[in-house]
């Protein structure tokens, strides 16, 4: 079945005890992305890539980092979280980032940072 | 500023009556507009999209370049559309969507 999936789905964590929140697509995408959504605020892109080694900031880059070896993996993330980086995140894949695509995305991953 | 406003928190109507939803943006360029929904416990997903300009479960939405506006329409609402639904903009490919806040959409029989 063509998905994104994400791991965990939800995690418990500590301020300062580095994270990773998975990504995996299995439908040969060159575009992915991670959004953040909050009550109030929707969802706000955090990074995106276009194709392996090509990632780029979104609206709050901030307290994150991204990486893109492989096309199918884009994995988020956090060297030292702290609690206003509770949310909860959503990857995203299309297949090269045009507006005329689907954009697929995964089942969301909560995080809470204590 | 690329910006996307949805002014309704909760919208809430009786099956058959007719829903709009409201979206307005402000982007200085040609936009390109999209309607995203997500059901309870699934994933968000695409609705439509103003360059398809196309109907999908009885949903349409016209973009407005003058009131800059992209309110999605449904003459008759169905319970089984009570959902999340989110606007997003976009200045040129997925490169950087932006989203409204959202908007719950609750049909009561």
């Known amino acids: 079945e063509a998905q994104v999936t994400q791991n965990p789905r939800y995690l418990i964590t500590v301020t300062g005890k580095k994270l990773t929140v998975t990504c995996s697509q299995n439908?040969?995408?060159?575009?992915m992305s991670w959004y953040r959504q909050d009550p109030g605020l929707g969802l706000r892109q955090i990074y995106y890539s276009m194709n392996v080694e090509v990632t780029d900031k979104g609206d709050v880059p901030e307290g994150y980092k991204v990486s893109r070896k492989e096309k199918r993996n884009f994995p988020l993330i956090l060297e030292s979280p702290s609690p206003n980086q509770t949310s909860l995140y959503f990857c995203?894949?299309?297949?090269?980032?045009?507006?005329?695509?689907?954009?697929?995305f995964g089942s969301g991953t909560q995080l809470s940072v204590l | 500023a690329q910006r996307v406003t949805q002014p309704e928190k909760l919208l809430s109507v009786f099956k058959g009556a007719p829903v709009e939803l409201k979206c307005n943006y402000s982007y200085s360029g040609s936009p390109e507009l999209f309607w995203y929904v997500q059901y309870s416990r699934q994933r968000l997903q695409l609705l439509l999209r103003?360059?398809s300009r196309e109907s999908i479960k009885g949903f349409t939405a016209d973009l407005n370049k003058g009131e800059t506006s992209f309110h999605l329409k449904k003459p008759f609402a169905q319970e089984e559309d009570s959902a999340m639904y989110y606007c997003?903009?976009?200045?040129?490919?997925?490169?950087?969507?932006?989203f409204g806040a959202g908007t719950r959409l609750a049909v009561h029989p």
């Open positions: 103003h360059i």
């Open positions: 439908m040969n995408h060159e575009y």
């Open positions: 997003a903009l976009s200045g040129g490919g997925y490169n950087k969507l932006i």
């Open positions: 995203a894949s299309s297949l090269s980032g045009t507006g005329y695509e689907k954009l697929f």
